[in-house]
């Protein structure tokens, strides 16, 4: 049984269990049989049960009734389509003589429409031929229709560094392991109840009464591995072949069955069922990642001025990672050669009024930029990071990977304190006010109050207890200026990379400002009762600086914590 | 903020002096000699201790003590709020950990002293506005906590006003941004001190000697921890925190310091406790005994020595 075979009878093995289940199809999809990565796209209209409008007839051979045939690679199994869900995948087209990856999770073979029934041509070859007719018994004739048709989808290989080498069916996936072979869709101009209809669909087409004579999309696909090689020599087609009799029909003698007729296997190729429709040739290359870089996402800034935490952090080591390049694909790759290369791809929340850049090793770098991978296909080097929040962005070039010049994706570092919030101020939030830089835009660093979720329930109790210990003339609602940026680190208030602000670098800093807003206005801070609040009853820290205004600072043993979480 | 000025104290103090400021700049607070001494009593009746203490600010300090932080962090969790404990303010305090050894706080005057204890389980007082700011060579006592858990050392941080400060700091203009602007908390003086523990058995010494060891619990100790201790050079007193048990019968009770008799200086009580701050002159020995009642009815006398060797 040839492998064709084999598939139709699977399919209708499905079809069965399926019409066992009496269960309609969810709308719009139909996959063939479990296992199977075949999935086709109904109408809307078939699909609802509704009396859809008939195909028939076409008055021609309708050879082209497949639309936007297209290689397909998918990344991920999330690319791949799911019509259930109305996705039609995010695969990468392949264009003639182009390349899918082995790292791949599938390639394949997605469609648009297509559409079955028409006529039967007089020349089976040519698809401008007019339509065959028949004499009738009592005169007249009658025009002969394409009662069967059906898509052969295949693709295979042919190593082409090996003289006479034999065709090889790699896809598709059967429900047995392999038995990797064509995946086909017929129609039938009319079932045993009388209606037009895919394969697929009979039993929900002749259950409910419906034509289907079009499908809005398909797709099918096979997963590369490891056994395959990176090379030329890979082909995507599709057949197609059409049929006069019905399967219940006895072919006369002499006649043949299907149309064109099918080109028997010879020892090293396949058989060609039919015509090919759509041809397409491709390459498989190395994995995506065949060469890679990857290291520690996120790494804390460097603060190396007096945090005044003298016990727990007197200032703040920077955090480190280690960066491997790999060159591995299915087997190590040794000795590969290659370059680092390092651009910023994000400035954390700094959006200085004059548009520049940090210093990139500010904001992290590497021991080296250069290097070969060792014999398992590995080199590592350190990512320090700089005492400027932002994200570099790395990637490693070889000019010769199995004799191609590679890339690898990017590997982002972000310099941050990442677990900084901004909670802003609640309309319950009576006793505070955010002040300084609040516009959001055309400033440095637009966002300022970003703090650990310790300072914002400080600043929030200090407030309190303002409330309540002060005289009732000096209370008023506190105004909260600088905490830190989005991600911390570096807070340089003139937008020139250099310090200022010097302890409002990890989120655990707020300045205060000189005056309450009360009831009849702004009136200068009780400093010694909010001195007392800060250092006797939430144990914080309080500092004075220049001009009557104030710096708080979360108590020491809070920090601890602070430093379990964003050091890294 | 509007654009910052970034001045080194340095910079700052040459700047005065420049302009024939004289004052040096931010002074020392140093308050390093700074105690507190506390008498401990014991309600039988209540079953609580009360913790009766003085801060003692010696003539050698540099600025006024504003008040104290003591620690309670303890080992099991407690209902904060106890109700058997008296308190004389109004008790904010909410946020401290479960853990925290409940007490009552009992200030010299409501209206002026703020006490409570801190979201980090540390008890805390001092003065509105530095009312009361103790100065150097002064004492401020009556304050008292009151407690279920008997004495241990804890550790005490007094934390010293920072006013001397204030006036060189708000003479700078508007904007200006100290790189290391100084830190009260710099000269924070950290000792121990007398206050409730939540002890374990293995917390005690028993001071040794006597048998069966039920005995030996009759008199219980904190401080010391060995019944030979080698004190500092140059320490003139020492202060010995002693447990009673709950059996003892207090009229049997002996103290002799080096041979005097000091049995008035304690306060003997079943399940009570006293702190008892006895000189050091020379090598000093103190012996405590006390009789009490075993668990099989009958009595036992629990004497032991501490030698004290400077």
Same mark, same amino acid.
């Given at each position: 049984m040839s492998k064709p075979l084999v598939v139709a009878v699977l399919a209708v093995c499905a079809i069965a269990s399926i019409a066992a289940a009496d269960e309609k199809p969810d709308r719009g999809t139909f996959k063939t049989r479990p296992g199977s990565t075949t999935q086709y796209q109904v109408p809307k209209a078939q699909a609802e049960g509704e009396a859809a409008q008939s195909g028939r007839p076409h008055m021609a051979p309708n050879y082209a009734a497949v639309q936007q045939p297209q290689l397909m690679r998918y990344r991920s199994e999330s690319d791949y389509p799911d019509y259930n869900r109305g996705f039609n995948g995010s695969g990468l087209a392949v264009a003639e003589n182009g390349i899918a990856r082995r790292s791949d999770w599938a390639i394949g073979i997605q469609t648009g429409t297509i559409r079955g029934g028409g006529c039967f041509p007089s020349n089976v070859n040519d698809d401008s031929s007019p339509c065959l007719?028949? %004499? @009738? %018994?009592?005169?007249?004739?009658?025009? +002969?229709?394409? /009662?069967?048709?059906?898509? +052969?989808?295949?693709?295979?290989? +042919?190593?082409?560094? @090996?003289?006479?080498? %034999?065709?090889?069916?790699?896809?598709?996936?059967? +429900?047995? %392991?392999? *038995?990797?072979?064509?995946?086909? *869709?017929d129609y039938v101009r009319t079932t045993e109840r009388g209606h037009s209809c895919f394969g697929f669909y009979i039993y929900y087409c002749d259950t409910y009464g419906i034509d289907l004579d079009y499908i809005t999309g398909s797709v099918r696909a096979f997963k590369p591995d490891c056994t395959m090689k990176t090379a030329a020599g890979y082909k995507a087609q599709i057949f197609y072949q059409f049929s006069r009799y019905k399967s219940t029909d006895t072919i006369p003698p002499g006649a043949t069955e299907w149309e064109p007729a099918t080109i028997p296997a010879t020892t090293t190729r396949l058989e060609q069922p039919g015509r090919v429709i759509w041809t397409r040739n491709f390459q498989l290359g190395v994995g995506e990642n065949a060469l890679s870089i990857s290291g520690a996402g996120i790494v804390n800034p460097s603060v190396e001025s007096n945090t005044a935490y003298n016990t727990v952090a007197p200032t703040i080591a920077a955090g480190t990672s280690t960066v491997t390049v790999s060159s591995f694909d299915c087997v190590a790759i040794p000795n590969v050669a290659f370059t680092i290369t390092r651009e910023l791809l994000d400035k954390a929340g700094h959006d200085h009024v004059a548009a520049n850049d940090p210093p990139l090793d500010e904001v992290n770098s590497l021991a080296s930029y250069s290097g070969t991978t060792d014999s398992t296909g590995r080199w590592t080097t350190t990512l320090t990071a700089g005492r400027i929040a932002g994200s570099n962005s790395y990637k490693a070039t070889a000019p010769n990977l199995l004799g191609q010049p590679f890339t690898t994706s990017a590997y982002v570092a972000t310099t941050g304190f990442t677990g900084m919030i901004d909670p802003g101020v609640g309309t319950l939030d009576t006793d505070i006010r955010y002040t300084g830089n609040t516009e959001g835009s055309g400033l440095n660093h637009p966002g300022n109050h970003y703090g650990s979720p310790e300072l914002h329930q400080f600043v929030r109790e200090m407030a309190t207890m303002y409330q309540i210990e002060a005289d009732p003339a000096d209370r008023g609602s506190l105004g909260l200026n600088d905490m830190s940026i989005i991600l911390g680190g570096l807070f340089d208030i003139d937008g020139n990379w250099s310090p200022s602000h010097f302890r409002h670098r990890f989120g655990t800093d707020c300045d205060i400002d000189r005056r309450v807003l009360?009831?009849?206005?702004? @009136?200068? *801070?009780?400093?010694?009762?909010?001195?007392?609040? @800060? /250092?006797m009853n939430l144990d914080g820290i309080f500092l004075h600086e220049g001009g009557n205004r104030m710096h708080v600072q979360v108590p020491e043993y809070m920090v601890g914590d602070i430093l379990l979480r964003e050091a890294r | 903020m509007n654009r910052t000025l970034k001045i080194?104290?340095?910079?700052?103090?040459?700047?005065?002096?420049?302009?024939?400021?004289?004052? &040096? &700049?931010? !002074? !020392?607070?140093?308050?390093?000699?700074?105690?507190l001494t506390c008498a401990v009593s014991y309600d039988s009746a209540r079953q609580v201790y009360r913790y009766a203490y003085?801060?003692?600010?010696?003539?050698?300090?540099?600025?006024?003590?504003?008040?104290?932080?003591?620690?309670?962090?303890?080992?099991s969790a407690r209902t904060q709020l106890d109700p058997t404990l008296q308190n004389n303010i109004v008790r904010r305090d909410n946020k401290q950990p479960a853990t925290t050894i409940p007490v009552g706080i009992i200030v010299p005057d409501p209206?002026?002293? =703020?006490?409570?204890?801190? !979201?980090?389980? &540390?008890?805390?007082?001092?003065? =509105?506005?530095?009312?009361?700011?103790? !100065?150097a060579g002064a004492a401020q006592g009556g304050i008292v906590i009151e407690s279920h858990q008997p004495p241990g050392l804890r550790t005490v941080r007094f934390h010293p006003s920072t006013r001397a400060w204030n006036t060189i700091i708000d003479a700078l203009p508007l904007g200006t941004e100290l790189e290391n602007p100084p830190n009260g908390r710099d000269y924070i003086a950290t000792t121990t001190a007398i206050g409730p523990a939540d002890l374990t058995d293995a917390d005690f010494y028993s001071g040794g000697g006597q048998q069966p060891a039920e005995v030996n619990k009759f008199l219980r100790y904190t401080a010391p921890l060995d019944n030979r201790v080698k004190l500092p050079a140059g320490t003139t007193s020492y202060t010995v925190v002693v447990l009673y048990g709950t059996t003892i019968v207090p009229s049997t009770f002996q103290a002799t310091l080096s041979g005097v008799d000091i049995t008035s200086q304690f306060h003997p009580a079943p399940g009570g406790a006293d702190a008892v701050t006895i000189p050091i002159n020379g090598t000093t020995k103190l012996h405590l005994s006390v009789d009490g009642t075993k668990s099989s009815g009958g009595k036992g006398t629990d004497s032991d020595t501490l030698t004290f060797l400077p």
């Amino acid at each position: 049984m040839s492998k064709p075979l084999v598939v139709a009878v699977l399919a209708v093995c499905a079809i069965a269990s399926i019409a066992a289940a009496d269960e309609k199809p969810d709308r719009g999809t139909f996959k063939t049989r479990p296992g199977s990565t075949t999935q086709y796209q109904v109408p809307k209209a078939q699909a609802e049960g509704e009396a859809a409008q008939s195909g028939r007839p076409h008055m021609a051979p309708n050879y082209a009734a497949v639309q936007q045939p297209q290689l397909m690679r998918y990344r991920s199994e999330s690319d791949y389509p799911d019509y259930n869900r109305g996705f039609n995948g995010s695969g990468l087209a392949v264009a003639e003589n182009g390349i899918a990856r082995r790292s791949d999770w599938a390639i394949g073979i997605q469609t648009g429409t297509i559409r079955g029934g028409g006529c039967f041509p007089s020349n089976v070859n040519d698809d401008s031929s007019p339509c065959l007719t028949e %004499a @009738v %018994a009592g005169g007249g004739t009658r025009t +002969i229709y394409k /009662e069967r048709e059906r898509w +052969i989808f295949r693709i295979s290989y +042919i190593d082409p560094s @090996v003289s006479n080498a %034999a065709e090889r069916n790699i896809g598709f996936p059967g +429900i047995f %392991a392999g *038995l990797e072979g064509d995946d086909m *869709l017929d129609y039938v101009r009319t079932t045993e109840r009388g209606h037009s209809c895919f394969g697929f669909y009979i039993y929900y087409c002749d259950t409910y009464g419906i034509d289907l004579d079009y499908i809005t999309g398909s797709v099918r696909a096979f997963k590369p591995d490891c056994t395959m090689k990176t090379a030329a020599g890979y082909k995507a087609q599709i057949f197609y072949q059409f049929s006069r009799y019905k399967s219940t029909d006895t072919i006369p003698p002499g006649a043949t069955e299907w149309e064109p007729a099918t080109i028997p296997a010879t020892t090293t190729r396949l058989e060609q069922p039919g015509r090919v429709i759509w041809t397409r040739n491709f390459q498989l290359g190395v994995g995506e990642n065949a060469l890679s870089i990857s290291g520690a996402g996120i790494v804390n800034p460097s603060v190396e001025s007096n945090t005044a935490y003298n016990t727990v952090a007197p200032t703040i080591a920077a955090g480190t990672s280690t960066v491997t390049v790999s060159s591995f694909d299915c087997v190590a790759i040794p000795n590969v050669a290659f370059t680092i290369t390092r651009e910023l791809l994000d400035k954390a929340g700094h959006d200085h009024v004059a548009a520049n850049d940090p210093p990139l090793d500010e904001v992290n770098s590497l021991a080296s930029y250069s290097g070969t991978t060792d014999s398992t296909g590995r080199w590592t080097t350190t990512l320090t990071a700089g005492r400027i929040a932002g994200s570099n962005s790395y990637k490693a070039t070889a000019p010769n990977l199995l004799g191609q010049p590679f890339t690898t994706s990017a590997y982002v570092a972000t310099t941050g304190f990442t677990g900084m919030i901004d909670p802003g101020v609640g309309t319950l939030d009576t006793d505070i006010r955010y002040t300084g830089n609040t516009e959001g835009s055309g400033l440095n660093h637009p966002g300022n109050h970003y703090g650990s979720p310790e300072l914002h329930q400080f600043v929030r109790e200090m407030a309190t207890m303002y409330q309540i210990e002060a005289d009732p003339a000096d209370r008023g609602s506190l105004g909260l200026n600088d905490m830190s940026i989005i991600l911390g680190g570096l807070f340089d208030i003139d937008g020139n990379w250099s310090p200022s602000h010097f302890r409002h670098r990890f989120g655990t800093d707020c300045d205060i400002d000189r005056r309450v807003l009360g009831p009849s206005g702004l @009136v200068f *801070l009780d400093q010694d009762t909010l001195q007392n609040i @800060v /250092e006797m009853n939430l144990d914080g820290i309080f500092l004075h600086e220049g001009g009557n205004r104030m710096h708080v600072q979360v108590p020491e043993y809070m920090v601890g914590d602070i430093l379990l979480r964003e050091a890294r | 903020m509007n654009r910052t000025l970034k001045i080194h104290c340095l910079a700052i103090a040459v700047a005065l002096i420049a302009g024939g400021a004289v004052a &040096q &700049q931010f !002074p !020392p607070l140093t308050i390093s000699g700074t105690s507190l001494t506390c008498a401990v009593s014991y309600d039988s009746a209540r079953q609580v201790y009360r913790y009766a203490y003085t801060i003692n600010a010696p003539s050698t300090n540099l600025a006024p003590v504003v008040g104290f932080h003591l620690d309670l962090a303890g080992k099991s969790a407690r209902t904060q709020l106890d109700p058997t404990l008296q308190n004389n303010i109004v008790r904010r305090d909410n946020k401290q950990p479960a853990t925290t050894i409940p007490v009552g706080i009992i200030v010299p005057d409501p209206g002026i002293w =703020r006490a409570g204890i801190t !979201p980090g389980g &540390q008890f805390y007082i001092y003065s =509105r506005k530095g009312l009361m700011d103790v !100065p150097a060579g002064a004492a401020q006592g009556g304050i008292v906590i009151e407690s279920h858990q008997p004495p241990g050392l804890r550790t005490v941080r007094f934390h010293p006003s920072t006013r001397a400060w204030n006036t060189i700091i708000d003479a700078l203009p508007l904007g200006t941004e100290l790189e290391n602007p100084p830190n009260g908390r710099d000269y924070i003086a950290t000792t121990t001190a007398i206050g409730p523990a939540d002890l374990t058995d293995a917390d005690f010494y028993s001071g040794g000697g006597q048998q069966p060891a039920e005995v030996n619990k009759f008199l219980r100790y904190t401080a010391p921890l060995d019944n030979r201790v080698k004190l500092p050079a140059g320490t003139t007193s020492y202060t010995v925190v002693v447990l009673y048990g709950t059996t003892i019968v207090p009229s049997t009770f002996q103290a002799t310091l080096s041979g005097v008799d000091i049995t008035s200086q304690f306060h003997p009580a079943p399940g009570g406790a006293d702190a008892v701050t006895i000189p050091i002159n020379g090598t000093t020995k103190l012996h405590l005994s006390v009789d009490g009642t075993k668990s099989s009815g009958g009595k036992g006398t629990d004497s032991d020595t501490l030698t004290f060797l400077p």
